[in-house]
Antibody, heavy 123, light 106 residues
Framework: QVQLQESGPGLVKPSQTLSLTCTVSGGSISGGGYYWSWIRQHPGKGLEWIGYIYYSGSTYYIPSLQSRVTMSVDTSKNQFSLRLSSLTAADTAVYYC???????????????WGQGTLVTVSS | DIQMTQSPSSLSASVGDRVTITCRPSQSISNYLNWYQQKPGKAPKLLIYAASSLQSGVPSRFSGSGSGTDFTLTINSLQPEDFATYYCQQSFDPVFTFGPGTKVDI
């Protein structure tokens, strides 16, 4: 059974950079057929997909966050990471990492998720 | 980006009821539509992918249908553990987007 676990600070100051790591267990991050995603949920709100990274390092970020987002992968540790810069209160959210299945045909979907970590941006 | 709408935004139901939730994308997305269930304080859980395929381990009372711009999630014989918020999500467009959610409560 694949498991994902986010780690990182729960409180970050405005204008600073958030760094989160997702550790994958029960499966290799280097296996083909999966992208590794970050998704966030503002308090009491819906879900916003931030982007994904492939084990090779190729990435896709949503245009609205592209200037502030960087994702990376460490296959030796079976981890992938998110960096989000120039934080504001609007970035306060629960951040989830998730595995995106990439089938040969048909839609990508998120089949395994981390438990989520609340990040608060406040001075 | 493709905008997703869901209806209703919330509903009240009883154990044993049949519940239907609708999801409509702002443009046709073929069958590139997935459904998730989220309980308070928990991560979303995949229920249905590709509009109608049941994820392994998900009870058969959950079903999905539709294509293009009109999709439905149906829960037959609602169980106490089904009270949650349900989200649709499209992956037709490179920017994946979720619907605003439908809260199912007692």
């Amino acid at each position: 059974q694949v498991q994902l676990q986010e780690s990182g600070p729960g409180l970050v100051k405005p204008s600073q950079t958030l760094s989160l790591t997702c550790t994958v267990s029960g499966g290799s991050i280097s296996g083909g057929g999966y992208y590794w995603s970050w998704i966030r949920q503002h308090p009491g709100k819906g879900l916003e997909w931030i982007g994904y990274i492939y084990y090779s390092g190729s990435t896709y970020y949503i245009p609205s966050l592209q200037s502030r987002v960087t994702m990376s992968v460490d296959t030796s540790k079976n981890q992938f990471s998110l960096r989000l810069s120039s934080l504001t209160a609007a970035d306060t959210a629960v951040y989830y990492c998730a595995r995106s299945v990439v089938p040969a045909a048909g839609p990508y979907y998120f089949d395994f998720w981390g438990q989520g970590t609340l990040v608060t941006v406040s001075s | 980006d493709i905008q997703m709408t869901q209806s209703p935004s919330s509903l009240s139901a009883s154990v044993g009821d049949r519940v239907t939730i609708t999801c409509r994308p702002s443009q046709s997305i073929s069958n590139y539509l997935n459904w998730y269930q989220q309980k308070p304080g928990k991560a979303p859980k995949l229920l249905i992918y590709a509009a109608s395929s049941l994820q392994s381990g998900v009870p058969s009372r959950f079903s999905g249908s539709g294509s293009g711009t009109d999709f439905t999630l149906t829960i037959n014989s609602l169980q106490p553990e089904d009270f949650a918020t349900y989200y649709c999500q499209q992956s037709f467009d490179p920017v994946f987007t979720f619907g605003p959610g439908t809260k199912v409560d007692i």
